[in-house]
């Protein structure tokens, strides 16, 4: 079984800042990454995922992400933040598509 | 787009109650899941479903069981609610190996 690691569970940042979300995950295999965003009692939202291709991609609302094999990494990113990117991210992997793998989630704040 | 829609936003039961929460989706998809999110634990599979009467255990099935008698819809069973069921729970659906799609999630309390 696949494991995904947030290593921060909570990021301030000030708002335009720019912000790194960092996600690891345990295999090697080829496998299917995702980030999600969660706000306050909602479900969880899709904001990119990589399937294949090129290795930095681009979501909704400025985030990126960039698939590094050798490092087993996913980290999220976006060069200035706002007041409404408040919320908590989740990292997700799947390495067989009916079965995903949830990081614990991080929990961004963003100070005026 | 892909609409999933679960039944209730927020519940309130009593312990021993059976509780069920309901979970439909419109774009005939083949999986679908429910989870509990704890604060600190993520998102933790319950069970979930490849085919209509067809499931799987997930990490912490215990206290639980489902139904998919049709394709679109997937129900979660409380057999008999506890106080530690209080939780967050979310279902999802998806088709291949794209991402899931999630409802908005019932708010689930357990007096």
């Known amino acids: 079984a696949q494991s995904v690691t947030q290593l921060d569970s909570q990021v301030p940042v000030f708002e335009e800042a720019p912000v790194e979300l960092r996600c690891n995950y345990s295999s090697s295999v080829s496998v299917y990454l995702f980030w999600y965003v969660q706000y306050p009692n909602q479900g969880l939202q899709l904001l990119l995922k990589?399937?294949?291709?090129?290795?930095l991609v681009k979501g909704i609302n400025g985030f990126e992400a960039e698939f590094n094999k050798s490092q087993t990494s996913f980290h999220l990113r976006k060069p200035s933040v706002h007041i409404s990117d408040t919320a908590e991210y989740f990292c997700?992997?799947?390495?067989?598509?009916?079965?995903?793998?949830f990081g614990t989630g991080t929990s961004l704040t963003v100070i005026p | 787009d892909v609409k999933v829609t679960q039944s209730s936003r927020y519940l309130v039961k009593r312990t021993g109650e059976k509780v069920f929460l309901e979970c439909v989706q419109d774009m005939d998809h083949e999986n679908m899941f429910w989870y509990r999110q704890d604060p600190g634990l993520g998102l933790r599979l319950i069970y979930f479903s490849y085919d209509v009467k067809m499931k799987e255990k997930g990490d912490i099935p215990e206290g639980y069981s489902v139904s998919r008698e049709k394709k679109e819809r997937f129900s979660l069973i409380l057999e008999s609610a506890s106080t530690n069921q209080t939780s967050m729970y979310l279902c999802a659906s998806t088709i291949g190996y794209q991402p899931q799609h999630f409802g908005d999630g019932t708010r689930l309390s357990i007096l």
């Open positions: 997700a992997v799947s390495a067989s598509g009916n079965q995903f793998y």
């Open positions: 990589y399937l294949s291709g090129s290795t």
